[in-house]
């Protein structure tokens, strides 16, 4: 497909929808080889502020959210929602979730390592080239891109947060299919729950200085997490909040979503 675009792609499929909507609004479906799609947003690259300086308490990862900071990123098309386990099936061929008996539902029981087989398989499968999102990718879509109004996802506003995300207050305790609840402005779902989302980037603290498409630490013994869960209290479902664990591990909190890289 030469070196088409993310964006070039929405928008030919947005030309031949009949669409008029925003090259930011859309979507591109990219077809599995099992059967079914991923859609993934094309999202305008631009400046945040990424990081908080504030916390309501001393209990959660606060320090490691400090201190804040301004970040550019480029273009990306990150996936509409998170993998589920009918496109874990459809790529692995396997589905090691706790929670099943619906394949709309997100696939966990995800380690880093397992993520990264994934995105590898799936883009040789398709012969695009698919990867995790850096964090600062994460946080940018979670805040809603050029699109932002305010964060969706501020940690402190509940009736907010049962709107759009999966947490301790509404899930039972349980996963629940995707984009069941309202998207952010940018059109993503469950950015704040229902499962946490391995992003590619080691762990390491956060620096004052200004960054250009930073893609964390070289090295590290921690991969980071982003994203409340299903359990998750409400603090640790803002946009800014991190967690991160050793490349192997695995828990019925863990799943992913994915980008796919502009330039192919």
């Known amino acids: 497909m030469g070196r088409l675009t993310c964006r070039l792609l929405a928008a030919a499929a947005m030309l031949t929808a009949g669409l008029a909507a925003a090259a930011q609004d859309s979507v591109v479906a990219v077809q599995l080889p099992g059967g079914g799609l991923i859609e ?4 305008e690259g631009g400046e945040f502020t990424m990081g908080s300086n ?19 990123v480029g273009d990306f098309c990150i996936g509409r929602t998170e993998v589920t386990q009918a ?20 696939v966990e029981q995800v380690s880093w390592t397992a993520a990264q087989q994934f995105v590898t398989l799936l883009s040789q499968m398709t012969g695009r080239r698919f990867r995790l999102p850096t964090e600062a990718e994460w946080e940018y879509a979670a805040r809603g891109g050029r699109l932002s109004r305010r964060f969706q996802f501020p940690g402190c506003h509940r009736g907010q947060l049962e709107r759009n995300a999966w947490f301790c207050i509404n899930s039972d305790r349980t996963t629940h299919k995707v984009a069941q609840l309202a998207p952010n402005e940018l059109g993503l779902y469950d950015m704040g729950g229902n499962v946490a989302e391995w992003c590619g980037d080691w762990m390491e603290p956060y620096g004052s200085e200004p960054q250009l498409n930073p893609r964390g630490g070289r090295t590290g013994s921690s991969r980071v997490l982003r994203g409340g869960h299903y ?34």
């Open 231 to 264: 359990n998750s209290v409400s603090a640790a479902c803002s946009v800014f909040d991190r967690s991160w664990y050793v490349p192997s591990a695995t828990s019925e909190y863990f799943g992913l979503r994915v980008v796919l890289d502009e330039q192919q």
């Open 40 to 43: 993934l947003v094309w999202v």
């Open 54 to 72: 504030t916390g309501v308490s001393q209990s959660h990862h606060y320090d490691a959210n400090r201190p804040e900071h301004t970040v550019t």
């Open 87 to 106: 496109q874990w099936k459809s790529v692995m061929g396997d589905n090691p979730s706790t929670f099943t008996g619906n394949d709309s539902l997100p």
